[in-house]
């Protein structure tokens, strides 16, 4: 069964709802075999302690773009975090992919659950080390995780 948060990420990218019936087969450049025109990756949160914050995220990278959404619960009810998409590994943490402003800010609902999305210039590789960061502020600039996962490339 396809993860509802990928399978919301190919129907809001305007994807044939028949080829997503197919399995959407990767597609495949003019000329060029090998080069994935489609490539979708997905990342199950896990919380940081003493933060209970988990969930989802996936991404779905064609036609020059990237769209990531994120889904989290276990999170205070009407706080805001914020969240990105970095380079690296959850022990460190590398360059933001996007700019700060590409990513909305997560608002946890009565159920202390919030889903965001986001859409970024750069595209998503095979072999990019990536993760899917949830933050709470600290005291000044400081920034804490709360919850942190790699994305693994999966079948679109």
């Not at 990928?6 to 990218?13: E, G, T, Y």
């Not at 619960?73 to 992919?97: F, K």
């Amino acid at each position: 069964m396809m993860n509802p948060i990928l399978r919301r990420v190919l129907r809001r990218s305007g994807l044939a709802a028949g080829a997503m019936s197919f399995g959407l087969a990767t597609l495949t450049g003019c000329g060029d075999t090998t080069a994935p025109l489609v490539t979708a990756w997905r990342a199950t949160l896990t919380p940081v302690l003493p933060y209970a914050i988990s969930g989802r995220a996936a991404a779905l990278t064609q036609a020059g773009r990237t769209r990531v959404t994120i889904s989290i619960e276990g999170a205070e009810i009407e706080s805001s975090y914020a969240w990105r998409v970095e380079r690296g590994t959850c022990a460190a943490p590398g360059a933001l992919v996007g700019g700060v402003a590409s990513y909305p800010p997560l608002e946890p609902g009565a159920g202390g659950s919030a889903e965001a999305e986001a859409s970024l210039a750069e595209l998503f590789q095979f072999g990019d080390d990536l993760i899917v960061r949830v933050l709470v502020d600290g005291e000044g600039p400081a920034v804490i995780t709360a919850a942190c996962a790699p994305f693994e490339e999966t079948d679109p």
